[in-house]
């Protein structure tokens, strides 16, 4: 977290993991915003909400009713979190210039540099009536950033001269917190498939033509970061 800039990586984890968990079909029971249902169960409760309004004052029986058991339960759920954001974990870089010495003489220059980061998730399973953790991951990806530049400089009599151009780029971040998180979530349901579904499930995450799915890593206790 920066003072000026706020959260360096995106604080959308959940959201991501329920967009994963309705990508892979597994049905899902709202608990993270349940502010409106509540509002809903409030009118029900006073008699104030109804399904035909326009009945209002015309039924006396025009009200939803609130029926034991109506909300349906979760057998299981996720937790965790972005739990590593490390900066410059490798560079590397060349610059080189080129020119006559001589006043008039024209000079350049040429340079490049990368550098990357890695950003990891951890998540784990557990069963909601024994809250038994039945499986953890932890996932983490690299994320690549290069930086170029070339340039000319040179002097004409009394008149110089500078032109420079480059270019720089960077794998989003809140990319690849998108891409390890659905990496784990599908991790994690593999374990509850039949056997032999898993394979399946798990190769819905190699995103054909999406790069940065394609260096998210599963990373065990012991594995070298």
């Known amino acids: ?37 509540e509002i809903e169960l409030n009118y029900a409760r ?7 309004p326009e009945q209002a004052g015309i039924s006396a029986d025009n009200f939803r009713p609130i029926l034991a058991g109506q909300i349906a339960g979760s057998r299981y759920y996720i937790v965790g979190g972005v739990s590593e954001l490390n900066y410059n974990i490798g560079s590397s870089g060349v610059e080189a210039q080129v020119g006559g010495t001589a006043t008039g003489d024209v000079r350049g220059f040429l340079g490049s540099s990368s550098y990357v980061l890695n950003v990891a998730v951890d ?17 983490q990806k690299q994320v690549v950033g290069v930086d170029r530049g070339i340039g000319l400089n040179g002097t004409a009599g009394s008149i110089g001269g500078v032109l420079t151009g480059g270019n720089s780029a960077m ?6 917190v998108r891409t390890v998180i659905d990496r784990g979530v599908f991790e994690l349901l593999s374990g509850l498939q039949v056997q032999g ?11 054909a033509g999406q790069g940065p799915a394609g260096n998210a890593r599963h990373r065990r206790p012991g594995d070298p970061s």
Request: net charge negative; with cysteine; glycine share 6%.
């Open 171 to 176: 794998e989003p971040i809140q990319a690849a």
């Open 123 to 139: 998540l784990r399973l557990v069963d909601t009536r024994s809250q038994e953790v039945l499986q953890s991951v932890s996932f």
């Open 46 to 52: 006073q008699h104030l909400l109804s399904d035909t």
């Open 1 to 37: 977290m920066d003072l000026q800039t706020g959260a360096r990586v995106s604080q959308a984890g959940a959201l991501f993991a329920v967009t994963a968990l309705t990508r892979a079909g597994v049905p899902v029971v709202e608990r993270l915003d349940n502010s409106v249902a």
């Open 197 to 207: 579904a898993g394979d399946a499930c798990l190769a819905s995450t190699e995103f």
